[in-house]
């Protein structure tokens, strides 16, 4: 139980903070940059794969070992750390192959991995821990 309740913390964290951020970013970051490879609609089961494997991952690798040291700020410290690998291979890798990407894009999108996914994390282990103390 402790586990599903640290899944479904970290999924309402994270998709509060990652829908108000594409929501902006959309058109003031990415838009103007690299709108011409951007999809016309949103495909929503890829979306929806890519958020039940990356909270997965998160809860795994953050959440897990803030619980169980009973501190959030390992989780924080280690969400960040995810968040910053993770979008970190997104970002460069389509810096290194794509024609139009740009280096603020990845600078401004591995900031905002490492920030969205050490507060989702440390929201996640905070509840987990007050819901299961």
């Not at 309402?12 to 902006?24: E, I, Q, T």
């Not at 993770?86 to 991995?113: E, P, R």
Request: proline share 2%.
């Amino acid at each position: 139980m402790k586990w599903i309740i640290a899944y479904i913390a970290a999924a309402v964290a994270f998709g509060a903070l990652d829908a108000v951020w594409l929501r902006w970013a959309a058109d003031n970051l990415y838009r103007p940059v690299i709108g011409s490879i951007m999809a016309e609609e949103f495909r929503m089961g890829a979306a929806a794969a890519f958020y039940v494997i990356y909270i997965a991952g998160m809860v795994w690798f953050a959440v897990k070992p803030g619980v169980t040291s009973g501190s959030v700020s390992t989780a924080l410290l280690n969400g960040a750390l995810l968040g910053g690998l993770c979008y970190a291979t997104f970002d460069l890798t389509s810096q290194a192959v794509m024609k139009v990407w740009a280096t603020h894009i990845s600078i401004a999108d591995i900031a905002w991995g490492m920030f969205a996914t050490a507060v989702a994390a440390g929201v996640s282990t905070w509840v987990t821990l007050k819901l299961t103390a």
